[in-house]
Antibody, heavy 120, light 111 residues
């Protein structure tokens, strides 16, 4: 069974960089598939942030592209998200998920999510 | 910046059938990209409910069904149960945005 778990600081100061890591178990990232990040502001809907292929190629939401970096570490079976110059509008629950961009563009396994609050 | 529109809420009595619409455009659903549906129970992560317009992952009851036509898609829940109370989101791919798009979300209430 594929499982994903997000980790990282729950509080980030405005203008700083948000950093999260997703650890995958039950499947080796180097075996294939894309891996993505999605966020959900409190009480609001879902927004795709970006995804990375196991080889390292990335694609990002155009509205966030200038501030987002997603990377992968196959040796640790992890992938990571960095979002720079954060503001209160970036406060959200951040989810990592397996991205079936190889097939039909959907997310089949999700992490439980982690709340990141942007505040001084 | 949702580009897929859903009704904010739908409701029904136990045992009834409810449907949720998802309206897109010629750059996403109308371009032939598949529609997928997620169920988000209160306080939990979204769960894949329907993929590829009408396919159910293993373990999803056949009370849930999906369809797609033109620039829209629908999720139907038949034999509504109390445990179906949740938020439901559609999702597709948009060629003009070159990325994934989600619907605005629909809250299902069981009366």
């Amino acid at each position: 069974q594929v499982q994903l778990q997000e980790s990282g600081p729950g509080l980030v100061k405005p203008s700083e960089t948000l950093s999260l890591t997703c650890t995958v178990s039950g499947y080796s990232i180097s075996s294939g598939y894309y891996w993505g990040w999605i966020r959900q502001p409190p009480g609001k809907g879902l927004e795709w942030i970006g995804s990375i292929y196991h080889s390292g190629s990335t694609y990002y939401n155009p509205s966030l592209k200038s501030r987002v970096t997603i990377s992968v570490d196959t040796s640790k079976n992890q992938f990571s998200l960095k979002l720079s110059s954060v503001t209160a509008a970036d406060t959200a629950v951040y989810y990592c998920a397996r991205d079936r961009g190889d097939y039909s563009f959907y997310f089949d396994y999700w992490g439980q999510g982690t709340l990141v609050t942007v505040s001084s | 910046q949702s580009v897929l529109t859903q009704p904010p809420s739908v409701s029904g009595a136990p045992g009834q059938r409810v449907t949720i619409s998802c309206t897109g455009s010629s750059s996403n659903i109308g371009a032939g990209y598949d529609v997928h549906w997620y169920q988000q129970l209160p306080g939990t992560a979204p769960k894949l409910l329907i993929y590829g317009n009408s396919n159910r992952p293993s373990g999803v009851p056949d009370r849930f069904s999906g369809s797609k036509s033109g620039t829209s898609a629908s999720l139907a829940i038949s034999g509504l149960q109390a445990e179906d109370e949740a938020d439901y989101y559609c999702q597709s791919y948009d060629s003009s945005l070159s990325g994934y798009v989600f619907g605005t979300g629909t809250k299902v209430t069981v009366l």
